[in-house]
């Protein structure tokens, strides 16, 4: 029978939600690991019963959790992340050099192929690799090697390494995304970097276009197509055909083209999904109404979806890691937000439930899909 | 036995009680309190030795990784003083070698 596990990371805990194929009636599972933070929970698309887990705090550090039974028990793996040689230096917020120093695992990206190989993206931003399920995890250096790294500078969230994406057709090549560095690419598994940061432009810095400096909130990929690329820039939403070679805007008429989250339809690779924000300076929607938009279009033409969610008085925001879609035949749609609610939209946005309304704020959403 | 026997108490491992907040008592899976051997003489160092080597989920949730150094919010306690910016090394109270006083680590009211 099918169905889906919304795997939640929360401020203060992990939920796991699930349901049938119907999405309608839900089991609430958690908190686990209750009153720590949770920035990021994955399975392993070769073995759903594998789940890997960021949990961190600013009293204890970074732990890193597995389940190996679906989410029902966990065990802690391994947390020693240690740069490779002298980490040197970065900018800081004043643009004086500060030193590296490793903060928290923003993201974790399970292999597409091992189950027991999985990627870790940390603050300050660097890239971790573990092939042993989570118990060792030696950094690829490469990428922070760039020559661009001492130019690296911290977003209002840190210097963070918040997304990864695995290209599924070379397994040589992957994409990373870095607040406020940018976007990078290898193609020869992690050894060689280069920013694909081309059409960018980000006007709070000196030189709007810029190599590196761009603050890159969220890029998703469709696994059908992966050298398209959508991003939810700090401003802009960004679109690539050329596997990040070069970027346009494709922003067209959204309200407001700030945002963090951007996903893209299971079956559609055109149809994209963003939650436009007020502004960097206030996290919330516009107007108090909550609303996720998509386009049919590969970006540019935009459609509000508003069904099922609250169109007054609502100010929470929802964060870079916290939308994700299901790949049931009637694509699901899910997105949690910082006052605590998961919703669900079982037709592709066209109208939305909440699953859950009072979970501690949510830091990210990953969904399984059992067939 | 001879052994003990021989060293005497002096240089018999002690059996320190440490006391741990309570997100690391459940990341440990233990009660509010542990009892460690810990060799003389006893410091928090080897405390922390003892601890992590009994408890390996806590590696590097007490003191870092790389630098060894206390986590910035938590502090060492025992007989009611402040043990957290004595040196690793520093000798701890008899009464904590002895099992009459446990070592406290506590993490610091913050965050409103």
């Known amino acids: ?371 | 036995m001879t052994g003990n026997r021989e060293q005497g108490i002096g240089n018999r491992a002690a059996l320190v009680r440490v006391v741990l907040p309570q997100h690391l008592r459940t990341l440990a899976g233990v009660g509010i309190e542990v009892e460690l051997e810990v060799g003389r003489p006893v410091t928090v160092r080897r405390v922390l030795d003892a601890l992590e080597a009994r408890y390996p989920m806590l590696g590097g949730t007490i003191r870092e990784y790389g630098t060894g150094q206390r986590r910035a919010f938590l502090r060492f306690f025992a007989c009611e003083e402040d043990w957290s910016h004595e040196g690793m090394d520093v000798e701890l109270p008899a009464a904590v070698a002895e099992g009459r006083e446990p070592l406290l680590i506590i993490g610091a009211i913050a965050g409103g």
């Open chain 1, 1 to 371: 029978m099918s169905g889906v596990r919304v795997l939640v990371g929360t401020k203060k805990g992990a939920f796991v939600l699930s349901a049938d194929g119907t999405r309608k009636d839900w089991k609430v599972n958690g908190p686990f690991f209750a009153g720590w933070e949770i920035y990021h929970v994955k399975g392993s698309p070769v073995d759903p019963n594998r789940i890997y887990a960021s949990q961190t705090s600013g009293w204890f550090g970074q732990l890193i959790q597995r389940s190996d039974d679906g989410g029902a028990t966990w065990a802690p793996v391994g947390n020693k992340f240690a740069y490779d040689g002298v980490p040197g230096t970065h900018q800081w917020y004043d643009g004086t050099p500060h030193p590296w120093e490793f903060k928290r695992v923003w993201h974790l990206e399970p292999s597409l192929t091992d189950a027991e190989t999985v990627y870790a993206g940390i603050e300050d931003a660097a890239l971790f690799k573990s092939t042993d399920g989570g118990t060792n995890w030696e950094e690829l250096a490469g990428l922070r090697g760039h020559g661009t790294g001492p130019h690296w500078q911290p977003g209002a969230g840190g210097m963070c390494l918040h997304t990864i994406l695995l290209d599924p057709a070379n397994q040589e090549r992957m994409y990373i995304a870095i607040s406020a560095a940018g976007a990078f690419r290898t193609d020869d598994g992690g050894k060689n970097w280069k920013p694909i940061n081309k059409g960018l432009v980000s006007n709070f810095m000196p030189d709007p276009t810029a190599e590196v400096g761009h603050c890159v909130h969220h890029v998703s990929m469709h696994p059908s197509r992966p050298e398209v690329l959508f991003m939810q820039k700090h401003w802009d939403v960004m679109r690539s055909d050329n596997a990040g070679d070069q970027w346009h805007e494709v922003s067209g008429n959204l309200p407001t083209d700030f945002g963090f989250a951007i996903d893209i339809h299971a079956h559609e690779p055109e149809t994209l999904y963003v939650v436009p924000i007020k502004s960097d300076s206030e996290h919330f929607p516009l107007e108090g109404k909550l609303q996720v938009w998509r386009s049919r279009t590969g970006g540019n033409e935009w459609e509000p979806l508003t069904k099922g969610l609250p169109q007054e008085n609502c100010f929470v925001n929802v964060l870079r890691d916290a939308m994700a879609v299901d790949s049931l035949d009637d694509c699901g749609v899910y997105f949690g937000t910082t006052g605590g609610q998961v919703y669900c939209s079982p037709d592709g946005g066209d109208s939305w439930q909440a699953i859950v309304h009072d979970l501690p704020a949510v830091l990210s959403v990953e969904v399984q899909t059992m067939k």
